[in-house]
Structures are given as C-alpha cells and as structure tokens.
C-alpha cells in the first residue's frame, strides 16, 4: 500500500520590521503536529521594504535598513521553525526517527529585489549584498532562484507563472491550468483561488493561487485590497499531481495554538 504523502504551503509572508510576526510559530506548531512530507514556501518571505524604492541616482542604498530588514527576517524564519526543532529534540531525546520533511523555498519578487538592487548599481552592491544574507539555507531550505518552476509529486510550485510574450503573471487560477495544462500552485497574488480541470486521460488536474500568510495590512493594497484570506495549505493523498487541498487560516491558527 503506497504511503500517503501531505504537502503544507506557506503563502506570502513579506516579513518586515516592526510588524506582527508572532503567528509563525502558529505556523510552525501546526506543521510540528500534521508533520507533512515536504513544506513548500512560495516566496516573498522577506519584504525587504529597504529596496523597494531602489533606483540608481534616485534613492542612496541605506545600509542600515537593509539589516535591518535581513536581520528580522531571520527572527521570523526562528519563530516559525521554533515548534519543529523542539518537536525533532523531544524524538531525539527518545530515541526516536526525527522528523525531516522535504523544505523547498521559491523566491520571490520581493527577495529579488536583492538582486535588481545589484544588477542597477553592480559598481557599488555587487559582493556587498546578496540573497544569500537572508539564510534561508541555513535553516534547511532548498532555495530556488525566482519564476524557477519546483515539480514535487507532479505539483509544480513557483512564486509565480508567466504567460504571453511580455512575462506577465497569469492572473486566474483557471488560466493556470488552461496554460499549464499541469497542477500548478503560486503564491503573489494575495488573493486566493482553486480551479479544477479534467485532462484527457481522466486525471484531475488543480490551479491554486495560495493568497498570503501575514496578518497586516499592505498600504498599496487599500482597505478593500486586504479583505483576503490568510492562512496556509495542507495539500493530503498527493499523487502524481493530484490531492485533496484543506485550507487552514490563520485564525484558525491562533485559536488552536495561540
């Protein structure tokens, strides 16, 4: 009998100074407790705020935020893995299989920022800065290079998908699997979204924008842009891209762990 495989989804955290982080150890606790085979977050850990603004001649690189905002970056990424480490020292300490699922992290156009920051000012930035500040690796993540495409289990996860000649970002869950023709899941969008289409052979195929895991407010958004769900993804039965997809939110979260 084939083992059932689960699969959590982190959305969008875009982590900044001075904002709430204190539900990603909710996050880490409910991943501690269903312990998935492989948890994916889709990008845009980091906000990175300090670059958002970056244009040669227009704005000085400021040293200072940037620190500031890798630094906090790495405090929200400890909160989140808090419940696991202490769940894989309680195995440890009986002697038991500790739990060590699959971490597979797509950056986003927020991390990516680093690197435009770079590509627009390489004289001054290149070997200063770099993603690599943000540590994801160091807490065990496989890092993938933003708009790479991950397939795990026949799911392809990406910050993003890309359609028509200019790049642009598919805008629909059911232009994803109209296009991709595979089970697909994004996050960048933050609102989220499920469509379901049947291929030829039978075999149901799902196109998920995972809309966001943060619990502030984007001012870009406005007061109607962030009424969205919050929350992450527990994908169960995955098999060769199909699953039954559970919602969690962050509510929820708070509810059961807080």
């Not at 955290?13 to 001075?18: A, E, G, N, T």
């Not at 300090?50 to 940037?66: H, N, P, Q, T």
């Not at 790049?167 to 989220?192: D, F, I, N, W, Y």
């Amino acid at each position: 009998m084939q083992q059932s495989i689960k699969h959590a989804v982190i959305p969008d955290c875009q982590v900044k100074p001075d904002h709430d982080i204190s539900y990603l150890e909710h996050v880490g606790e409910y991943i501690a407790e269903k312990t998935p085979d492989v948890v994916v977050q889709i990008g845009d850990f980091a906000d990175m705020p300090s670059l958002s603004s970056y244009d040669v001649g227009k704005k000085a690189f400021e040293g200072k935020r940037y620190k500031d905002d890798v630094a906090y970056s790495k405090k929200a990424m400890s909160l989140l893995f808090k419940p696991i480490k202490r769940l894989q020292t309680y195995q440890a300490s009986k002697h038991k299989k500790q739990y060590d699922p699959r971490l597979i992290l797509t950056l986003g156009n927020h991390e990516n920022r680093i690197n435009r920051a770079i590509n627009n000012d390489a004289a001054k930035l290149d070997g200063v800065i770099s993603v690599a500040d943000l540590g994801y690796e160091a807490f065990g993540w496989e890092v993938f290079p933003f708009l790479d495409t991950v397939l795990v289990d026949g799911i392809v996860y990406s910050h993003y998908f890309v359609t028509g000649t200019m790049g642009r970002p598919v805008t629909t869950p059911a232009a994803l699997v109209s296009k991709k023709h595979m089970s697909c899941v994004m996050g960048h969008h933050q609102q989220r979204g499920v469509a379901y289409a049947t291929r030829a052979d039978g075999k149901e195929i799902k196109g998920i924008f995972a809309g966001c895991c943060y619990t502030h407010d984007e001012d870009y958004l406005g007061p109607q842009g962030n009424k969205v769900w919050r929350g992450v993804w527990m994908f169960h039965e995955v098999n060769d891209g199909q699953f039954d997809e559970m919602q969690v939110s962050l509510p929820y979260l708070k509810k059961r762990y807080g």
